[in-house]
């Protein structure tokens, strides 16, 4: 067993820590090792020289009342931040919950649009856009201008305005396509 | 003196009974003030920490469980306040180092008397209490526990919340240091 070892075992021993079969191998090298003897003689002395001193007559009775004095005086300032903020804390969730419960009769009162409204807003729009349409079919050079316009748009946004067009479709969305394509030009085989 | 059961101190106290936390106050306070000595390195300090500790056990105490042992818990409370007191007076970075021609005071006693008043003994227990009171602060808290309170590792441990193996081995370096520290005073008692 190296000094090391043995000499924390003696600490181990002196706090009574030390398994027994430790405690053989410890003798053992205790005997043959002078070094760790005085060691543990000067271990063994300085536990024997630690304690602490014996409080003064009178000094537990002081202690005591110089604690009890401090807890009443700890009590009664907890009553007094407690109560007022107590109260206050109740007024506070009163008032959150009337609040809430504002929030919610108001959300509840407000008109929401129903199936009912959406209908009315279709119908008014058909409304609108009725006497264009009428407009429109009654006079052919009109029409022939807004379709022009509707053509050019078109090609506008067509791929062969923009080059890139094709490279951005997917490989489904192409074959999507090809088979529109052939169908349109009867080249797809029958139908 | 109440006779009752600690345990049932322990619920009395949570219930915010007075009486049974002040009859828990008389059985733990000698010990509480040894820790808060041996922590603190002076009388006057640790009277202060003790109060404190037993104030915040008296304010913690509805959160203790009753599973556990109280005085583990209320070791711990007087071992952590006495560590925050410390890093809170910046004692441990302005500790002096140990200085062996310095008159150490005897813990619980105010005034110490001259070295040459001193018998032997009692001068190699104030050179101990010095050395003790040099040692790293966690040394010293498991010294307070292991030796001054005589807890095992086991039950130092629980209260320091590290293992046991660590306690053992606070303790055989603070003893290696101690040996080292007062060797002239150790050798001088050999003759």
Request: charge should be negative; glycine fraction near 6%.
């Amino acid at each position: 067993m190296r000094c090391q070892t043995a000499r924390k075992r003696v600490s181990d021993e002196l706090d009574g820590a030390l398994p027994s079969g430790r405690g053989v191998r410890l003798e053992a090298h205790l005997r043959t090792c002078r070094a760790c003897r005085v060691y543990r003689e000067d271990l063994e002395r300085i536990q024997a020289g630690t304690g602490l001193a014996e409080a003064p007559d009178g000094f537990w009775t002081a202690f005591e009342r110089e604690l009890e004095a401090r807890l009443s005086a700890e009590e009664a300032g907890r009553k007094r931040v407690e109560v007022p903020f107590a109260a206050g804390r109740r007024w506070a969730w009163a008032a959150g919950a009337a609040l809430v419960l504002a929030g919610v009769s108001l959300w509840l009162a407000l008109p929401r649009p129903g199936p009912a409204m959406i209908e009315e807003a279709w119908v008014a729009a058909d409304d609108i856009l009725d006497p264009i349409v009428r407009a429109v079919e009654s006079d052919p050079e009109l029409a022939g201008r807004i379709d022009r316009e509707l053509q050019a748009s078109i090609e506008e946004m067509s791929p062969v305005a923009d080059p890139l067009f094709w490279e951005s479709l997917s490989d489904d969305e192409l074959r999507a396509v090809v088979t529109a394509m052939e169908k349109e030009s009867g080249l797809g085989g029958p139908q | 003196m109440d006779e009752r059961p600690e345990a049932s101190l322990v619920a009395d106290a949570r219930r915010g009974g007075r009486e049974a936390f002040a009859e828990l106050v008389r059985r733990h306070e000698r010990r509480v003030c040894g820790i808060a000595l041996r922590l603190a390195g002076n009388a006057a300090d640790a009277d202060d920490l003790a109060q404190e500790v037993f104030l915040t056990a008296w304010k913690a105490v509805g959160s203790f469980r009753s599973g556990s042992s109280f005085y583990t818990w209320l070791y711990r409370i007087a071992v952590n306040t006495s560590l925050s007191f410390l890093k809170r007076k910046g004692r441990e970075r302005n500790r002096a180092p140990f200085d062996e021609n310095r008159n150490a005071a005897v813990p619980g006693s105010d005034a110490a008397p001259g070295p040459e008043d001193r018998s032997a003994l009692n001068e190699l227990t104030a050179r101990i209490d010095e050395a003790i009171a040099a040692l790293p602060a966690h040394f010293r808290a498991s010294f307070a526990l292991v030796v001054d309170q005589g807890l095992s590792h086991a039950d130092a441990a629980r209260v320091l919340g590290c293992s046991e193996n660590t306690v053992s081995w606070r303790m055989h370096k603070a003893r290696k240091l101690l040996q080292a520290r007062i060797k002239p005073f150790l050798e001088e008692a050999r003759r």
